[in-house]
């Protein structure tokens, strides 16, 4: 019975030495991605522009004030366990230096969010993820950065009221949703939407994986609504769009979420796909001066993380630079308190990111101007900014057909304060006073 | 009623797609007694070595001639070097090896083909056919018709080749009885490698039809899942069992979609949508309380 | 000469009778409970206890349930994850539910309920046999998880369907680090282990075998089919639904019901087929090979992609393991169908004999 021992503290014994080779004058980034698996492709280009970003950091400023950015990757195949494996594996280096851990799945954000907590480590979920931890007072290390779901669904319907010239009074919108965490969270704000704005408001979920969807279309072609909003992940995407064409409904009062708005989910649907609109917190589109700065310094010094330059400027790639912008962003902001040219740990980190100031002026510098929105966050908002744009899709590229626009947060954000108070008192959490941080 | 027989055609013609996937699972457990869990991961495998193919250059008539190729090679391997090694084996190792085979298919396909979702443009355009939706105002789609046609040529071509072939009459012996047929002389070993190369066939062919259908993405290996409720309905070892087993299912679950969340809804309150999850495998398991083979499924008699 | 029974003679039935027969088996288990209680939480880190060492646990208990299903009963199930969904939700909401119950009693509350539900599904068991059954347990497996999405009271009405496990208290002692949890889990799951080998040699594992090996026959030999299957189907679900608690309270932390997915089950099931079918030791080992090959792999392929100077990209590292993960099932297969408990019972023929060959 002791055969499985010996090879499990051998293989500890490997892990000891491993783990101890990054250098100490480095600012290391735990990534827990994902490259294989159902949605291996959303991950490749999402984790390989985060990736870019960094190596371009360090290639061309030499890292921040000095410090070199260095980092671990670990295959998650968006699985739940494995994410939690992974976590703790990249924790013991995390606790000396880290940046932002972004695991870009629903489900992992949630096993991890207590554990980032108890190991104050910060964990961003740039539009995924636990959205009541908007309310930093009882979520301090969780970052729901830039927008939620419930604001993305607000804004959503802003940018329809403003289509249908200011009013919605007795329009009909279809709700398509992933039935899951993910696709059950706006929800509650269209509720609130649809009471405000007199609209009625039709839900219908489509189970996992979403690969037929035949009977929900038909449905649809016989509520015959003004507007479906759409919430699918994956294949789900593909498959709405091609049987929206299948009854015949218009693609362009179709709006999906940000997860169903890149270039893996309209190319596959071909045709199809033509007029479809999404919402998104980035743009896509590979003359952002950022972007090309990239392809120039990083692929140019042949250090690409992806194969494939052709996804360079894609949504997802745009979305993963961005997502290290904000985090390279808030290192600067905590090297700028706590010392700069020295690395940064996660209490540190954590202050940076309720403190994150990225103003439309910042942004230029970058070369980011418009890539995102701009982001200023507080203890009591941790998502700091709630814009998206509408793009859509032209058969070819992305396009943005608005500005940014902002979700009722008036409506919207009181949703996440009594969302966050419950799981306080479930977990008997003491919210900390907001008032007194600075 | 118009809806409804808009749903109920819809359903039908969706069920024709399960069927597809279903008969790979057929040939294989008839002629080999094998559960082959890599059918859905093959249905992968045939989709992106076509989009592969094309993305290198082929015409679509060459990538598809060169991704059956693949697929007969993969099939003749398999045989090969897993299968045969483990003839003799409890059916639930044979399972195993075949999830075994699955995760295999879907690290290397990516691999080799990349893994972006594509699209499969086989020129039928997926939308509703003018005449009926102007004259009935029904919705019909073009492609799901043109799909349960190929799929009744691919059906009455196998029922041909396995009634009328001399290897098709070798497939039935080798199906009713290994020893017998291996005692009066058939090649079981070849037998087993045309069937692999018969079922990468039939994978290819929904591969392309559902890679049309959805694009070619990862998420064609959940094709299995569809299926499985299929084959027990129409029983694990018949061909046309596969076909009826798919309209059952599919006409029942869409039906079941429209019309059951809104009268839970009314008994309980809430949202009940989604359940084409678990519907088909609630409908089967009550098929098989009934008819514990399936439909079409060979009597077995125990006997002490 | 070490591990030899010549010599140990047994005087009375209770001797002969008892759960490890020989000597050196006792004072094996003895000596690797006692590494597991007292040596492992001095040693091992906090990587080890929260990554491997509890999860290997957890799914070893679950792997436990489904070999008493399967391995023991000849019942194939592919709905193990379900029924630890059905325990998780149940622990959790005793303990929300039902004012001041101690958390122990939460977790055998949350192994009764998903016996309950086990026996509800076993009941096609008596008119279905093999692969049609497996399918028909698939019913249970998303039957279950959609009914955990769709009622919101089972979730206490949360926006997204996702519970946050209450904190885990005995007699006023909380378990807060990975290593008092690791403890608690391991007591668990020592004590049913141990249970579930004694259940296996009683008379009702003995009428499990012999359904398994044909039912027909058993039921001519005078054992109830009925009975005998549903008490399996029960057990099998007790062990999952403690082994889902455990999951909910003393792994994640937090859970959704669509994490446990169609994909554990599955990963149950392998670590069956890989340790050993019907063998309370091989659920452990398969445990432990499944859940620590993907990290070896994940761990070794860079490292040698880096020895070698290969070219590899990060997702092609990834297909690899995918790829390599499945050729070692195969490979497996081939090499030992009857899983990794067959080569430690070949392993110790060797050692009776051993010196001597004959």
């Known amino acids: 019975m002791f055969a499985y021992r010996k090879p499990l503290l051998m293989t500890a014994a490997a892990f000891a030495m491993l783990s101890q080779v990054a250098a100490a004058e480095e600012q290391f980034f735990p990534i827990v991605s994902y490259r294989v698996g159902p949605y291996g492709a959303n991950g490749q280009s999402f984790y390989g522009g985060f990736v870019d970003y960094l190596n371009y950091v360090n290639l061309k400023d030499g890292g921040i004030n000095g ?11 968006y699985n739940n366990a494995k994410g939690v494996e992974c976590y703790e594996r990249l924790k013991a280096k995390a606790k000396v230096s880290t940046g932002p851990l972004h695991v870009m799945s629903t489900g992992i954000s949630y096993a991890l969010i207590d554990k980032t907590a108890e190991d104050k480590l910060p964990l961003a979920m740039m539009g995924y993820g636990r959205t009541d931890a ?305 | 009623m118009r809806f409804f027989l808009e749903v109920l055609i819809s359903g039908l013609l969706s069920g024709v797609m399960y069927s597809l996937v279903a008969l ?217 069992g596969a076909i009826v087993g798919g309209l059952i299912i599919g006409a029942s679950e869409k039906l079941a979609e429209i019309y059951l969340p809104a009268l839970m809804q009314s008994a309980f309150g809430g949202n009940f949508g989604g359940i084409e999850g678990w519907f088909p495998y609630v409908l089967a398991l009550g098929f098989l309380l009934v008819r514990p083979e399936g439909l079409f499924g060979e009597k077995h008699i125990d006997r002490v | 000469m070490l591990y030899r029974e010549a010599g140990q003679f047994k005087s009375s039935y209770a001797a002969d009778q008892q759960l490890f027969p020989i000597r050196q088996d006792r004072i094996g288990i003895i000596l690797l409970l006692a590494v597991a209680f007292l040596v492992i939480p001095l040693v091992a880190g906090e990587y080890w206890f929260s990554a491997i060492l509890i999860p290997f646990l957890i799914f070893a208990l679950a792997a436990l349930g489904l070999n008493i299903l399967t391995g023991y009963a000849g019942q194939l199930s592919l709905g193990s994850a379900a029924f630890m969904a059905v325990g998780a939700y149940a622990a959790y909401n005793f303990q929300l539910r039902v004012e001041g119950i101690p958390i122990l009693f939460s977790f055998i509350g949350a192994g009764l309920t998903a016996a309950g539900v086990g026996i509800l599904f076993g009941l096609p068991s008596l008119w279905i046999k093999g692969f049609y059954l497996a399918v028909a347990t698939l019913a249970a497996q998303f039957f279950i998880v959609w009914c955990l999405t769709k009622f919101p009271w089972f979730s206490n009405h949360s926006s997204s369907g996702v519970i946050s496990a209450q904190k885990v208290v005995i007699l006023g002692h909380v378990f807060a680090s990975p290593r008092e949890k690791y403890l608690l889990v391991l007591s668990i799951v020592a004590v049913l282990a141990l249970a579930a080998k004694n259940m296996a040699r009683s008379s009702t594992g003995r009428a499990w075998m012999a359904v398994r090996d044909m039912d027909v026959a058993a039921e001519v030999i005078g054992i109830r089919l009925l009975p005998t299957k549903l008490l399996a189907f029960a057990v099998s679900s007790f062990y999952c639904g403690v082994a889902g608690a455990l999951y909910a309270f003393c792994y994640l932390g937090s859970v959704e019901p669509d994490g446990f997915s169609l994909d554990m089950s599955f990963r149950i099931l392998f670590m069956i087929i890989i340790g050993g079918m019907g063998s309370i030791l091989g659920s452990f080992l398969g445990a432990a090979f499944i859940l620590l090959l ?32 499945g050729a070692l099932i195969m490979f497996f297969l081939i090499v030992e169908p009857h899983g990794l408990a067959r080569l430690w019972q070949i392993g110790k023929e060797k050692l009776r004999l051993w010196p001597f060959p004959h």
């Not at chain 1, 410090?67 to 195949?77: F, G, M, P, R, S």
């Not at chain 1, 200011?166 to 609130?192: C, M, T, W």
């Not at chain 2, 799929?151 to 020893?179: E, K, M, P």
Request: with cysteine; hydrophobic share 50%.
């Open chain 2, 24 to 240: 790979g699972f057929v040939l294989i457990y008839k002629a080999s007694g094998v559960f082959n869990f890599a059918q859905g991961a093959m249905v992968y495998l045939a989709a992106l070595a076509v989009v592969g193919c094309m993305e290198k250059g082929a015409p679509l008539w060459l990538a598809v001639l060169l991704a059956f190729g693949i697929m007969t090679l993969f099939g003749i391997a398999t045989e090969k070097f897993v299968l045969r090694k483990l003839v003799n084996q409890p059916p639930i190792a044979l399972f195993m090896a075949t999830i075994g085979l699955a995760f295999f298919i879907e690290g290397l396909a990516p691999m080799v083909f990349g893994s972006d979702p594509r699209a499969l443009d086989i020129g039928i355009v997926d939308e509703p056919i003018e005449a009926i939706l102007n004259g009935w105002g029904m919705v019909i789609s073009k492609f799901d018709l043109a799909a349960a046609a190929i799929a009744a040529v691919l059906v009455t071509t196998l029922a041909l080749f396995f009634q009328y072939t001399r290897i098709g009459r070798a497939l039935r012996a080798v199906a009713d009885d290994h020893q017998a047929a291996l005692s009066i002389g058939i090649p079981l070993q070849h037998i087993w490698a045309i069937v692999w190369g018969v079922a990468g066939f039939v994978a290819l062919v929904a591969g392309m039809l559902w890679g049309a259908r959805n694009g070619v993405q990862f998420a064609l290996t959940f094709t299995a899942l569809k299926a499985l409720p299929v084959l027990i309905i129409g029983g694990f070892t018949s061909v046309p």
């Open chain 1, 134 to 438: 908007v309310d930093g007072s009882v979520f301090p290390y969780a970052f729901p950065l830039v927008t939620t779901y419930q604001m993305q669904a607000s804004a959503i319907i802003k940018f329809i009221k403003d289509k249908e010239k200011g009013n919605l009074d007795g329009k009909k919108i279809v709700f398509l949703y992933h039935d899951s965490a993910y696709g059950k969270e706006p929800i509650v704000a269209l509720q609130e939407e649809a009471k405000l704005n007199k609209f009625a408001l039709t839900l219908i979920p489509v189970a996992h994986p979403g690969n037929e969807q035949s009977a929900q279309w038909l449905q649809i072609r016989q509520e015959n609504p003004d507007y479906v909003v759409f919430w699918g992940w994956g294949v789900m995407n593909q498959t709405a769009i091609k049987a929206a064409q299948k009854v015949g409904f218009a693609r362009d009062k179709m709006i999906g979420s940000w997860w169903a708005g890149s270039e893996e989910d309209t190319v596959p649907a071909g045709d199809a796909a033509k007029g479809y609109m999404a919402a998104t917190w980035n743009v896509a589109g590979s003359d952002v001066p950022l972007i090309a700065d990239i392809k120039k310094v990083v692929y140019g010094a042949g250090k690409g993380n992806l194969q494939d330059q052709a996804k360079l400027g894609t949504i997802l790639y745009n979305r993963g630079v961005s997502a290290a912008v904000l985090s390279v962003e808030a290192l600067r902001g905590a090297q700028e308190k706590y010392g700069k040219g020295k690395p940064v740990n996660g209490e540190q980190v954590r202050w940076a990111m309720e403190n994150l100031n990225i103003t439309d002026a910042r942004l230029k510098e970058i070369g980011a101007t418009d890539l995102l929105p701009p982001i200023k966050t507080s203890c009591a908002d941790h998502e700091g900014s709630g814009m998206v744009k509408i793009q859509q899709w032209d058969g070819a590229k992305w396009v943005p057909v608005s500005g940014w626009i902002e979700g009722n947060k008036g409506l919207i954000h009181p949703l996440f304060k009594a969302s966050a108070q419950q799981y306080a008192k479930e977990k008997g959490i003491t919210p900390k006073d907001c008032a007194k941080e600075s």
């Open chain 1, 67 to 77: 410090v070199k950015l260095a980092w671990e990757e670990c295959e998650t195949e």
């Open chain 3, 294 to 325: 993907p990290i070896f792999l994940d761990i070794a392929l860079p490292w040698l992609a880096g020895l070698f100077g290969l070219p590899f990209s990060n997702a092609t590292v990834s297909h690899i393991q995918i790829l390599v993960f």
